[in-house]
């Protein structure tokens, strides 16, 4: 397992050997995983020495792993951006693509190293936006994700294609489109994911592409009131393609839930992905006794437990688990069973359905 730290490794050194044994044994599936946010410290480190001295981000680079090398302090969401272009620095060519989804399968995926660990989570569907660089067209970047991807059996791995908020309707398109088009040859895409920085872009004009992306068969996942700055509009539009999963939904307005969970005229109940630590590391939520898990575990609602970025928020799938069986107020204080049914939600969540 990957060292944690903050309120998931607090929840964790919390619980007696048996329900950590009785946590690792679980079937979880990971299903809210940022490629670019999940890279290991490691990996990270070794890219870093490689880059030139007189590359165009060296200071960025410098500055980013002197922060990586402390314990993270997050203000607010957004803060969390920062890191993106040093990592796309470090990741713009094809081997280095290879390099760092390796290591994330891995991550995830993998036995520890000493063989005293199981790994992290059963099945896992891996999320990335494609990048054009100097190096690589988008198609590249694709192929070159699938690659590793697909070293994996199918039970065990897919890949979502993220669309950034920040796109124009160019580049969104031919996302879409090279999301289509990989499935169709049979390569193993199965959803697409909406993504960003919250404060960023107007989903009504992404809906006609994330529909078409519906209509070629594909999952529909989309990051929705994630910010206090996400109007309802924001969200209107997005819950309008009817997605099949929403990521974080943090402030999604209880007339919206009232509006699109209702049973009539027929039931709509989009899993919700739950991402406790990256919640209150970024302070979005205050306490977990105000996360909005709370309200979907109360309403029946489906979820799946997820580590979102697991670089910048120091957690783990075990960790994530353990603030739900954890007792208050370093978690939830849920039975094993309460905790086995959330974990099986998440696997029938799965685009891929990683059955037996």
């Not at 897919?158 to 950034?164: E, H, K, P, Q, R």
């Not at 979005?284 to 105000?290: F, H």
């Not at 960790?319 to 204080?333: D, K």
């Amino acid at each position: 397992m990957s060292e944690i730290s903050g309120p998931a490794a607090a929840a964790l050194a919390s619980l007696r050997p048996d329900n950590v044994i009785f946590l690792q044994s679980l079937p979880k599936a990971e299903l809210h995983a940022h490629l670019n946010g999940s890279i290991p410290v490691k990996t990270i480190l070794e890219l870093a020495q490689q880059y030139p001295p007189s590359g165009a981000h060296a200071a960025e680079v410098a500055d980013t792993i002197e922060k990586l090398g402390s314990e993270v302090d997050f203000n607010e969401i957004s803060d969390f951006f920062f890191l993106m272009s040093v990592i796309y620095a470090l990741t713009s060519t094809p081997e280095a693509v290879a390099t760092v989804t390796r290591a994330v399968l891995q991550s995830f995926l993998n036995p520890a190293d000493d063989g005293a660990e199981s790994p992290q989570c059963a099945y896992l569907e891996l999320r990335s936006t494609p990048r054009a660089t100097a190096h690589m067209t988008r198609e590249r970047y694709l192929i070159t994700v699938l690659d590793e991807i697909e070293i994996y059996p199918a039970t065990q791995a897919a890949l979502i294609v993220s669309v950034d908020r920040r796109m124009n309707d160019l580049d969104l398109a031919e996302c879409v489109s090279l999301a289509i088009e990989m499935k169709n040859r049979g390569r193993r895409v199965v959803g697409i994911d909406v993504c960003g920085d919250p404060r960023n872009g107007d989903m009504r004009s992404f809906t006609h592409h994330l529909s078409r992306a519906k209509g070629a068969g594909l999952g529909l996942t989309v990051h929705i009131a994630e910010h206090t700055a996400n109007t309802t509009e924001d969200s209107l539009a997005l819950l309008s393609c009817r997605p099949d999963r929403l990521g974080h939904a943090t402030f999604l307005s209880d007339e919206l839930k009232a509006l699109f969970f209702a049973d009539i005229p027929q039931p709509y109940k989009p899993c919700i992905e739950i991402c406790l630590s990256s919640n209150l590391l970024g302070k979005s939520v205050a306490s977990l006794d105000a996360h909005h898990i709370n309200y979907y575990l109360k309403n029946d609602h489906p979820i799946v437990i997820c580590t979102d970025d697991t670089l910048p928020f120091r957690t783990s799938c075990l960790g994530e688990y353990s603030l739900l069986l954890a007792q208050p107020p370093l978690g939830l204080g849920l039975s094993r069973d309460d905790v086995s049914r959330i974990a099986r939600m998440g696997m029938d969540a799965a685009f891929l359905r990683p059955r037996d």
